[in-house]
């Protein structure tokens, strides 16, 4: 139909793709006659390790205003999403640094109060310009369905390690 979107994302939460729920329909193979169903691609961008989007490696058929970590782009500040915005601060991608100061830096003396996510961009997420967030995934496997299931936690780290 066409109504719906869905956002494809990474274990960080970075939007790598969104798609539609309007199926477009192609032909594999004329002899025997095969065919196939793929999603309508809305929009699909990589991103460097701070979150600056690769270009060459964008496509946007709309105007989608999520990407990295699932914030909201700033595009009044700068072009193409460079900025984003945080709960409590605006964060530039191209710097890989928030523009404001951590309301919360007088509780962490030894970081700096630019700092995203401690500067742990693999294992880390920044949890609304806060503090950071270490994610975990593991797999239970569930004896009711016979299947694994894949749990992602966050855990807020308050202390220097």
Request: contains cysteine; aromatic residues 16%.
């Amino acid at each position: 139909m066409g109504d719906k979107q869905y956002e494809l994302a990474n274990h960080l939460g970075n939007v790598m793709s969104t798609i539609s729920d309007k199926k477009e329909f192609e032909l594999i193979s004329s002899s025997p006659l095969i065919y196939t169903w793929k999603p309508e691609v809305l929009s699909w961008q990589d991103y460097y390790p701070f979150g600056m989007k690769m270009s060459g490696r964008i496509h946007n058929r709309f105007n989608y205003d999520y990407s990295f970590q699932n914030q909201e782009q700033q595009n009044e500040l700068s072009d193409y999403g460079y900025s984003l915005n945080f709960k409590f601060r605006i964060y530039e991608s191209r710097l890989g640094r928030f523009i404001s100061i951590d309301p919360l830096s007088s509780k962490y003396p030894f970081n700096s109060p630019y700092a995203f996510s401690e500067n742990r961009i693999i294992d880390c997420i920044e949890l609304e310009g806060l503090e950071k967030a270490l994610i975990t995934k593991s797999a239970i496997y569930n004896t009711n369905t016979k299947k694994m299931d894949f749990v992602t936690e966050f855990k807020i780290v308050t202390t220097p390690y």
